[in-house]
């Protein structure tokens, strides 16, 4: 898929529709982390939360655009696992329900099927 082709980029939904928590030591503040640390909350001993995102979730610091429209993630090289492994793909390469779901929170319509799935 093309970056032009990315929904992801003309979405944000993800971002604003879920909790983004994530093992503490990912963020900067421990060695070789690299969320930073002030774009996050704690939320117990063990993991930490992106801003805007815990307790209740609203809307990610580190994204900026309009949801919907035009899109970016201001740390995107260095966003947490639980970002990166975000996918509008479920394995069986149907779209990922939980992509819809925070979609049609926004007033998106759902993704259309664009690849083979695998068998």
């Known amino acids: 898929m093309s970056e032009s082709d990315n929904p ?57 655009g309009e949801i919907g429209g035009d899109v970016s993630c201001a740390i995107y090289p260095l966003r947490a696992s639980t970002c990166r492994e975000f996918d509008i793909w479920a394995a069986d390469g149907t779209i990922n329900p939980h992509c819809t779901a925070a979609r049609a929170r926004y007033g998106l319509p759902a993704l259309l099927l664009k690849r083979r799935l695998r068998m």
């Not at 992801?8 to 928590?21: D, E, K, M, N």
């Not at 690299?34 to 939320?43: F, L, R």
């Open 8 to 64: 992801c980029l003309h979405c944000g939904a993800c971002c604003s529709a879920y909790r983004v928590a994530f093992y503490w030591a990912e963020s900067d503040a421990a060695e070789g982390g690299t969320v930073p640390a002030a774009m996050t909350v704690q939320i117990n001993p063990w993991l930490a939360a992106m801003r805007g995102t815990h307790p209740v979730a609203e809307r990610c610091v580190a994204l900026g």
